[in-house]
């Protein structure tokens, strides 16, 4: 590939709605049989490098050449607006748009509330949580049942909510709101979401700050009174960050690993047949959904070679990672699920410093789900093709609206 094919505009306008369910848009494969990074229009406007390479993804998402800073100039948006950009500016950062130091030190302060051991004491109360919601479902004459409204999203709402000291009565109000933000709505409705989830996250900081607990806020908040410097604007950022990325993005796996599962039944006997295999299918449909899709995007700050292309300093990059998990010169058939392909090699919570938090949780929380729904519901089978199933195309997290289910 030359600089100059790789520099001339691949003739698509971005983002892309998915059209089949389970791969990637057709557009994606054939912007990589252009190469691995191509330049592509954005819907908000101006242009930006697509990478849609696994190994040249990774590269990006691992060099500090690249900036995660949303409010500087030049980022690539999908959405760019000016009451976008003095929202973006007015308040302080999410951790996942701090570089360098300044990153490294806010993940550093919260990152023990994320390992395998503390999560592991969080084990029996997911176990109940998720054996809770299977006993209400179970108990209901109804049929069919919606699983995304019996088991997808309540399970990851509580559990956010016991993590962060969220009273559980106020999840209907997060959840709807983060559903709002991450959904191609309107301008508009998103700005509202916004605004509201963020005024709510804002008063739970400060109710915690007079009123501790036993959460993950609390002991922010005492360890950063031991250090000498409280910083509020700081908590409700990382809050709002966990709260709403913390839910929406397992909620959605949840009901798009069961559907693929109920798809693939020589799949789902596997790990049936031994649980011991659930992890290694995980990974597997976390690879093959990547339902955060797009959202990896950064902004060189000097002037970079990637695969011989070279991207300019002030210029916006936008790793695909459903494209990177779908490359077919690291992963053989990548439109065949295989559970037993193995690895860990997908890029589907990210890659490099920013990668997600939160990932040995919500493969928990997959884990628990998947070995106890399908050992107690044995006869658990789809209401409806799961080509008709109401899929969230228009969304920047992929999933499904509804999930009916039946017995």
């Known amino acids: 590939m030359t600089n100059s094919a790789a520099g001339e505009l691949a003739g698509l306008t971005l983002p892309i709605e998915r059209g089949c369910p389970f791969a990637p848009p057709t557009a994606y494969e054939r912007l990589r049989e252009q190469g691995p ?3 592509v229009r954005l819907a908000s406007g101006g242009e930006a490098w697509w990478v849609s390479g696994h190994e040249e993804g990774r590269a990006v998402l691992a060099d500090p050449r690249f900036s995660c800073d949303k409010r500087k100039d030049g980022f690539p948006l999908f959405t760019l607006d000016a009451a976008t950009l003095r929202r973006l500016r007015s308040r302080p950062p999410l951790m996942l748009s701090l570089d360098g130091a300044e990153h490294a030190a806010a993940r550093r302060a919260v990152i023990g509330e994320f390992t395998l051991r503390r999560l592991a004491a969080l ?3 997911i176990q109940g949580i998720v054996d809770h919601f299977i006993d209400d479902m179970l ?4 049929r069919p049942v919606d699983l995304v409204q019996a088991l997808s999203l309540p399970v990851p709402s509580l559990v956010i909510c016991e993590l962060l000291g969220v ?7 997060f959840q709807s709101r983060s559903t709002m933000m991450v959904g191609r709505t309107s301008l508009e409705e998103r700005g509202r979401a916004f605004a509201e989830l963020r005024a709510y996250v804002d008063d739970l900081v400060t109710r915690k700050e007079s009123e501790p607990g036993d959460d993950l806020l609390s002991r922010q908040i005492a360890r950063q009174r031991r250090d000498g410097a409280l910083d509020h604007g700081g908590l409700v950022s990382l809050a709002f960050l966990l709260l709403t990325a913390g ?8 009901s798009l690993g069961v559907v693929g599962l109920l798809s693939h039944p020589e799949q789902l006997a596997l790990i049936t047949a031994d649980p011991g295999r659930t992890p290694m299918a995980l990974e597997e449909l976390l690879r093959y959904f990547t339902i955060a899709d797009g959202v990896t995007s950064r902004l060189a700050t000097e002037d970079v070679q990637i695969s011989g292309v070279s991207i300019k300093a002030g210029e916006g990059v936008i790793v695909s990672t459903l494209s990177a998990d779908w490359d077919p010169a690291v992963f053989t058939d990548p439109a065949e699920l295989d559970i037993e392909r193995g690895g860990r090699h997908h890029i589907a ?7 997600c938090l939160g990932q040995n949780l919500a493969r928990m929380e997959l884990q628990i789900v998947f070995d106890t729904l399908f050992r107690r ?21 992929y999933g499904v609206h509804e999930l009916p289910v039946t017995w």
């Open 139 to 142: 108990d209901t004459d109804r």
């Open 247 to 254: 839910h929406e993005t397992t909620a959605n796996m949840i």
């Open 123 to 125: 084990r029996p109360r």
């Open 349 to 355: 919570f990210g890659f490099g410093p920013h990668q």
């Open 37 to 39: 990074i191509n330049k």
């Open 377 to 397: 519901v044995p006869a658990l089978r789809l209401a409806a093709p799961a080509e008709d199933l109401p899929y969230k195309a228009d969304a920047v997290v």
């Open 167 to 173: 009273p559980y009565t106020d999840h209907d109000f």
